[in-house]
């Protein structure tokens, strides 16, 4: 069966340094992925896409790889603030069929 | 105003009764989603709709029914709620036709079955 791991389910990190988060997938063949950020007893928001075709996505201080070879996708932080402390989701995405989500990564960003 | 919206925001019900929560967009999206999420579970899918006329069960449909009254609204109900039901619910829309696939989702809505 479709199986997502998100790495770690939490992750603390000094203010200023780059955090990485990690999705593996298996059984799987998505045409895109996708990341969200939640904050707590909030809706997901939509972050960023990654197709499969395409090795690397950049938004501001946001970038996304995906290694289709080996099954996943790293989510980096660069310079990263107290106030990107969040849940963030992967969510993997066959193009038709409805999104499969991870179970998040707990990102404390310490000052 | 929100362009996704569920109401209500917070419920709380008795075991047995029935109950429906409510899902408005006005992003003009064709597909909705209805999802639970509960601590350690991560987001499930409960039912989705690409269309008006289109309802698809989900991974954990058991319990629950829906209906897309409109191309805006969609709604689910627990037609006898039961504690396990208890969870923060939230809708989502997206848009097949522009090929763009994000999900945007709503506030959520806190349901407490006791």
């Known amino acids: 069966s479709q199986k997502i791991e998100q790495n770690s389910e939490a992750l603390n990190i000094q203010e200023g340094k780059t955090a990485t988060l990690t999705c593996n997938y298996t059984n799987y063949s998505p045409a895109y992925l996708q990341w969200y950020r939640q904050d707590p007893g909030r809706g997901p928001v939509f972050l960023l896409l990654i197709r499969e075709n395409e090795k690397e996505k950049r938004k501001e201080r946001l970038k996304v790889t995906f290694d289709t070879t080996l099954k996943q996708s790293l989510f980096h932080i660069t310079a990263s603030q107290p106030a990107d402390s969040a849940t963030y989701l992967c969510?993997?995405?066959?193009?038709?069929?409805?999104?499969?989500f991870g179970k998040g990564t707990r990102l404390s960003v310490i000052a | 105003d929100a362009d996704v919206t569920q109401t209500p925001r917070n419920r709380i019900t008795k075991t047995g009764k029935r109950i429906m929560l409510e899902c408005s967009q006005t992003?003009?999206?064709?597909?909705m989603y209805w999802y639970r999420q509960d601590p350690g579970l991560g987001l499930r899918l409960i039912y989705y709709?690409?269309?008006?006329?289109?309802?698809n069960k989900g991974e954990i449909s058991d319990g629950y029914s829906v209906s897309r009254q409109a191309q805006a609204k969609f709604s689910l109900s627990l037609e006898s709620a039961i504690p396990n039901q208890t969870a923060l619910y939230f809708c989502?829309?997206?848009?097949f036709g522009t090929g763009s696939y994000e999900q945007y989702f709503g506030p959520g809505t806190r349901l407490t079955v006791t």
């Open positions: 709709s690409f269309d008006v006329k289109d309802i």
């Open positions: 992003k003009g999206h064709d597909r």
């Open positions: 989502a829309t997206s848009d």
């Open positions: 969510a993997l995405d066959s193009g038709n069929t409805p999104l499969v």
